[in-house]
């Protein structure tokens, strides 16, 4: 009798007949292993036509999905993609290529400025991608990239979801319009996304928590709450559930943000728990941060001593 009633709710289960079938993962045993399995891929393993209506519909509102040119960012794609390894190592040729120690002392005066979000995503962005664009990426840009949706509870205001479609374009259009031919315009559109949604809160959760470690901070305040799979064979995901998953159909959803919290790891901040496929900004974004903490220490004992 136990095993069912775990079945039913760890992992969760959501199904809605035709319209979808959604399992929540939160354990970080399970996501380990359901992502060795091969039971699961990215999404974009299918065309966008043969996925679930809901999840095009609600993707085209984020940056990680380019409804015009039919377009998905590099974390939801198969490696079996023929454009995959290209694209992850130009993008991790051109992070490697660092920051300057001007970057980091220009970010802190700005922190102990207090300016707001919109001009911290803003000098944020040009930290992290003038590098791809070659010049400073425009002001409206930063700002109609903050727009795009962030959760599927947010696709249901429709002043919201409306507002996103369009700011995802506009930013995807710049960078089309902007970069070398063969790079690949989403990439480059959904790092300035994520740098204005995800780095700028992080700057602030860095401000506040100045003696705590770096990986302590951004596994006990995980930055990415949850990343999507697709169910690639008909499985019982190594016993977890009642009834098999149905292929290219069940979507399965990763909590790795609880993950992170639970076990410290920062492979759960950037990835699904495992060095293979992580995020290619990870070594980046944790170094640039410890010399920034650092930096804001210094300030502050500077003041202390004036
Ligand atoms: C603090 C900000 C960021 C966080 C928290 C973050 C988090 C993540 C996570 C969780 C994944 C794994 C997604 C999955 O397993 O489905 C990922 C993948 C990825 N991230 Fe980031 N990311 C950040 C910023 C960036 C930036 C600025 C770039 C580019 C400069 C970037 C490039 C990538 C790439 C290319 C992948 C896909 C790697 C692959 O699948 O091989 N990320 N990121």
Redesign the pocket.
């Known amino acids: 009798m136990l095993k069912p009633v775990r079945s039913l709710f760890n992992p969760l289960r959501i199904r809605i007949p035709f319209l979808l079938d959604l399992i929540l993962v939160s354990d970080s045993e399970h996501i380990k292993r359901i992502e060795a399995s091969g039971d699961v891929d990215?999404l974009h393993r299918y065309d966008t036509g043969a996925l679930p209506r809901w999840l095009t519909l609600y993707f085209k509102a984020t940056r990680f999905y380019d409804v015009a040119r039919d377009l998905w960012f590099?974390?939801l794609e198969s490696v079996s993609n023929p454009t995959y390894e290209k694209r992850?190592v130009y993008?991790e040729a051109r992070?490697a290529t660092g920051y300057t120690e001007q970057d980091v002392n220009r970010i802190a005066e700005l922190l102990h400025a207090n300016v707001d979000d919109e001009v911290l995503g803003y000098e944020m962005v040009q930290v992290?991608n003038r590098r791809f664009v070659g010049e400073e990426i425009p002001r409206p840009i930063t700002r109609a990239a903050k727009n795009t949706l962030q959760s599927f509870g947010e696709a249901l205001l429709p002043w919201k979801y409306v507002r996103a479609i369009a700011s995802q374009q506009q930013v995807t259009n710049y960078c089309a319009r902007t970069l070398p031919r063969n790079v690949h315009a989403l990439?480059i559109a959904h790092?300035i996304g994520?740098?204005v949604k995800?780095?700028a809160r992080?700057l602030r959760m860095l401000n506040e928590n100045l003696e705590k470690p770096v990986e302590e901070i951004f596994t006990s305040h995980p930055?990415?709450p949850e990343?999507p799979r697709i169910a690639v064979r008909p499985s019982r995901l190594d016993d977890l559930l009642l009834f098999p998953t149905r292929t290219a159909w069940t979507v399965v959803i990763y909590k790795?943000g609880r993950a992170a919290a639970k076990t410290n790891d920062l492979l759960f901040?950037?990835?699904?728990g495992r060095r293979e496929?992580?995020?290619?900004?990870m070594d980046f974004?944790l170094r640039f941060m410890k010399d920034l903490q650092r930096r804001l220490r210094e300030a502050q004992s500077e003041a202390g001593h004036a």
């Open positions: 990215r590099l974390a992850r993008l992070v992290v990439d790092n994520e740098v995800t780095t992080a930055l990415t990343v790795i901040t950037f990835g699904a496929r992580a995020c290619v900004f974004f």
